[in-house]
């Protein structure tokens, strides 16, 4: 049995994420409290996450409850190399750019339905099969775990090969399912994966997916997504340096074909910057699509204290118009992002970032900020603790 208590302090200034954000200074707590009960043995496991997420200051409410849920609720059966799990789960592939539990989300992420694993030394794959029912509205979905969720169906498909010593290949075949009110239900297809290279202190990897299928109103898709990064390793120090590529469309020109890449389930932070300016596609990017050049430098100064710098650059794929209808720049700006990570005792952990955008003119359009004049900031500082408060072997 484990508890977690963690808060988190938010400020953000000169910006704003939804319509329902204000431009003005904003600052706000949010806070997990999350009870696991696992029980886990040769015959099965079995665990359920129930979680409370709690905040203050935010919306003019001084003290409110955001969502009460379980975030996992699943029994896995397992038969040698084989095991089914069964209930309410986290889907975490590769890198979590396409399906993610969404760990800094307070109320994470999770999916309902059955998934199939079998697993050998060299080779980790699964077939799952996920579904969405109505959900309760007592509380706002935006904090629910799975509420969220507007598929019907989910169909997934996960592999992951060790070719060799330094090559490993992942694959992923998604079908995500939508209901049309005259035609039923429209299906979307991604497929795709990621080979990596790792020789020493060099590591070398290129992600690619491809979308194809119809949208929720019926309109055909060609989408792709492609992510190429180099990382190097001196001692406690790691360097990234990579490039993520959405399609989009062109708004230019009349386009019957929906264009913009959608990364499904996963989390935009690791990529696109902490301030979370890009997280709904095609939404954030005007349907113009997204090339973000990034450079991340980690350096651990000891055991217990790290740093992380990131610098990412945000161009449109495609020009964007104004309401001239005269295309501008590509170029949206540049964010820098500054995150320390303290570990000061077993099961409490610290973190705290800084973060800026330099806007251009182009960023204006996307109804996030008012003017280049001001800029945006955000800040946080969270603090989790993490007790096990009971724990035993298993008897099975």
Not at 279 to 305: A, C, E, M, Q, W
Not at 331 to 344: A, H, T
Request: charged residues 20%; glycine residues 6%; without cysteine.
């Amino acid at each position: 049995m484990d508890f977690e208590i963690r808060p988190r302090g938010e400020f953000r200034n000169h910006f704003q994420l939804t319509a329902a954000d204000s431009i003005t200074p904003e600052f706000f707590i949010s806070q997990r409290n999350r009870l696991t009960l696992g029980y886990r043995s040769k015959v099965f496991d079995l665990v359920a996450a129930f979680q409370e997420i709690h905040l203050w200051n935010k919306s003019g409410e001084p003290s409110s409850v955001a969502n009460v849920n379980f975030f996992e609720l699943y029994l896995q059966p397992k038969f040698g190399k084989f095991s089914v799990r069964l209930g309410r789960q986290r889907l975490l592939l590769d890198n979590g750019r396409i399906f993610s539990d969404a760990p800094w989300a307070q109320q994470s992420r999770s999916h309902e339905g059955i998934r199939l694993f079998y697993s050998t030394k060299n080779v980790v794959t699964d077939f799952s099969w996920m579904f969405t029912r109505t959900y309760s509205s007592r509380y706002d979905p935006m904090y629910s775990p799975v509420a969220s969720h507007r598929y019907v169906n989910l169909v997934l498909h996960h592999l992951k090969a060790k070719l060799s010593n330094q090559v490993t290949l992942t694959t992923v075949l998604a079908l995500d399912t939508f209901e049309n009110s005259e035609k039923g239900q429209n299906g979307r297809y991604t497929t795709g994966g990621r080979i990596e290279y790792l020789k020493g202190k060099f590591y070398l990897t290129l992600n690619g997916f491809y979308q194809a299928g119809k949208t929720v109103s019926g309109q055909p898709i060609h989408a792709y997504y492609l992510q190429p990064e180099l990382r190097v390793q001196v001692q406690n120090t790691t360097l990234r340096l990579g490039s993520e590529i959405l399609s989009g469309n062109d708004l230019a020109k009349s386009e019957n074909t929906f264009k913009s890449f959608v990364p499904l389930y996963g989390v935009a932070w690791k990529f696109m910057g902490n301030m979370n300016f890009f997280t709904r596609f095609p939404g954030d990017v005007n349907s113009s699509g997204l090339v973000n050049p990034y450079i991340f430098v980690l350096h651990r100064i000891n055991s217990k204290l790290g740093i992380r710098a990131d610098w990412n650059i945000f161009y449109n794929q495609y020009p964007m118009l104004n309401d001239s209808k005269n295309t501008v720049e590509k170029y949206l700006g540049n964010e820098f992002d500054l995150s320390l990570n303290y570990r000061p005792a077993a099961k409490w952990e610290v973190n705290f970032g800084l973060s800026i955008l330099i806007p251009t003119e182009s960023m204006v359009l996307l109804n996030k900020i008012e003017n280049t004049q001001e800029t945006p900031i955000w800040s946080y500082l969270m603090v989790s603790y993490r007790p096990s408060i009971l724990s035993g072997k298993s008897i099975f």
